[in-house]
T-cell receptor, first 112, second 117 residues
Framework: DAMVIQNPRYQVTQFGKPVTLSCSQT?????MYWYQQKSSQAPKLLFH???????NEADTPDNFQSRRPNTSFCFLDIRSPGLGDAAMYLC???????????FGDGTRLSIL | AQSVTQPDIHITVSEGASLELRCNYS??????LFWYVQSPGQGLQLLLK??????LVQGIKGFEAEFKRSQSSFNLRKPSVHWSDAAEYFC???????????????FGQGTILTVHP
């Protein structure tokens, strides 16, 4: 059974048009992460939530925002997507004590 | 700051041959180390992890990895590769985020494994 679910799997948007990616989890984990993975590159952490506490990585562009309305859901908002934002976006959860992070299958974002 | 190096971008092996994927890390304290596998268009699946104790760890799908502190390495091995092992493999080091109980992962650049029949 899928434990970290990302929707949609594929998303196409237009240059500059806001887009939202969603992630839900059935693990009841405190921590949720968003990673950006460009083609042939390693995943790069954008930000994470510990419960409702938001933690932004220093080099995450202001264009990227996130919301976590409850334990189960977390959203990634890209306010004005540019061509350079085309990537796979991965959501992950962590139950603490350095338990391994559980990843969803990702959303592949294309920008027209 | 922590970092991970996977020296081999692409490795090709024949089915049934043995495999070793290299990983070197840089971290100031005892590291938490992970290997993940990613099939095309999919998320990351954990193969195995090292936190402490026995330096040879067993994972899923017949993989194992050995932590060598003196070499700052955590190489992944499999004695006999199957065609279904073709994928991209990422080594990662985890650290406590600001002394909290959860962690932040830093990934290596990945190694693409191709398996010939």
């Amino acid at each position: 059974d899928a434990m970290v679910i990302q929707n949609p799997r594929y998303q196409v948007t237009q240059f500059g048009k806001p887009v939202t990616l969603s992630c839900s989890q059935t693990l009841n984990h405190n921590v949720m992460y968003w990673y950006q993975q460009k083609s042939s590159q390693a995943p790069k952490l954008l930000f994470h939530y510990y419960d409702k506490d938001f933690n932004n990585e220093a080099d995450t562009p202001d264009n990227f925002q996130s919301r976590r309305p409850n334990t189960s859901f977390c959203f990634l908002d890209i306010r004005s997507p540019g061509l350079g934002d085309a990537a796979m976006y991965l959501c992950a959860t962590d139950g603490g004590r350095m338990l391994p992070q559980h990843f969803g299958d990702g959303t592949r974002l294309s920008i027209l | 700051a922590q970092s991970v190096t996977q020296p081999d971008i692409h490795i090709t092996v024949s089915e049934g041959a043995s495999l070793e994927l290299r990983c070197n890390y840089s971290y100031g304290a005892t590291p938490y180390l992970f290997w993940y596998v990613q099939s095309p268009g999919q998320g990351l699946q954990l193969l195995l992890k090292y936190f402490s104790g026995d330096t040879l760890v067993q994972g899923i799908k017949g993989f194992e990895a050995e932590f060598k502190r003196s070499q700052s390495s955590f190489n992944l091995r499999k004695p006999s590769v199957h065609w279904s092992d073709a994928a991209e493999y990422f080594c990662a080091v985890g650290s406590n985020a600001g002394g909290t109980s959860y962690g932040k992962l830093t990934f290596g650049q990945g190694t693409i494994l191709t398996v010939h029949p």
